[in-house]
Structure formats: structure tokens, C-alpha cells
């Protein structure tokens, strides 16, 4: 199950790019989110294989994720580990040129087969679209 989210924005791709794979500077733009890197990727360190672990607000527990996909500055795809109530849940942002600007297509996904869970996964993928669009356009 999939749903995907879209949004332009008038940032240059590259800018764009910075921001998505910063994940310790997710911190800047995710409210209250607390973020580190358990395992450097290659061969940059947020790039293929990275674990980031993102600690939120409340009693949840923190959401660990590994980057599975890392093709600057045009994909970039990620699996949660452990932390989210979705099984098999995965995320890919695909950013192309558009203009001057940047497109943005979101897609978050899990192996649940229950209907209802793509309500859930919608609104996810919407709030992280919205962040990350505000944080692109202050980049």
C-alpha cells in the first residue's frame, strides 16, 4: 500500500537535495524532532546504508531508519527499522527540476494489507511534504 504526496517549490534542486539528507539537521525543521546517526552510509555519511535515529515528541519510541536508496540530488529512499506501527514501512522523495524551482514527489509505503492504514499513511506523507517544504524554502 502507497500513497504519495506532491509539492513544487521555487528552490534549486541542489538546496533541495542538502536539506532532504541532512538528517541530523532535520532537527532545524522537524518541530521537536531529535535526530542522530547510528551508522554513517557511503560514501557520504547520510548516503546508502545510513541508520538515522529520530527521537519525537511523547512516549513513543524513537523511530530508527536506514537509507536504502541515495542518488544525488534526484532520489533518495529510506526503510523504517523499528519504531513505526507500520510493517514494511518505506519512504522515497524524488526531486526534479521544474523551472527554476524544485518538484517534489513524496511516496511512504507499508506491506499492511488493512485498508484503513491509508488514511494514516496519507496524512503522514503529507505533514513530512509540508515540512520539507518549508524548510526547502527557507534554505
Do not use: C
Amino acid at each position: 500500500m502507497h500513497v504519495t504526496a506532491h509539492a513544487t517549490v521555487g528552490t534549486d534542486i541542489q538546496k533541495v537535495w542538502d536539506t532532504l539528507t541532512d538528517h541530523v539537521g532535520m532537527e532545524t525543521w522537524g518541530p521537536g524532532v531529535s535526530v542522530s546517526l547510528g551508522r554513517p552510509g557511503t560514501p557520504e555519511p547520510n548516503g546508502l546504508g545510513a541508520v538515522r535515529r529520530i527521537s519525537t515528541p511523547g512516549p513513543g519510541p524513537d523511530i530508527v531508519e536506514e537509507v536504502t536508496t541515495f542518488e544525488a540530488p534526484n532520489v533518495f529512499g529510506y526503510k523504517a527499522l523499528s519504531g513505526t506501527p507500520f510493517p514494511g514501512y518505506t519512504g522515497e522523495v524524488r526531486l526534479t527540476r521544474s523551472g527554476t524551482g524544485t518538484r517534489i514527489d513524496y511516496a511512504i509505503g507499508s506491506t499492511a494489507s488493512f485498508p484503513l492504514v491509508k488514511i494514516p499513511l496519507a496524512v503522514i506523507g503529507q505533514v513530512l511534504l509540508r515540512l520539507l517544504v518549508r524548510a526547502a524554502a527557507r534554505a
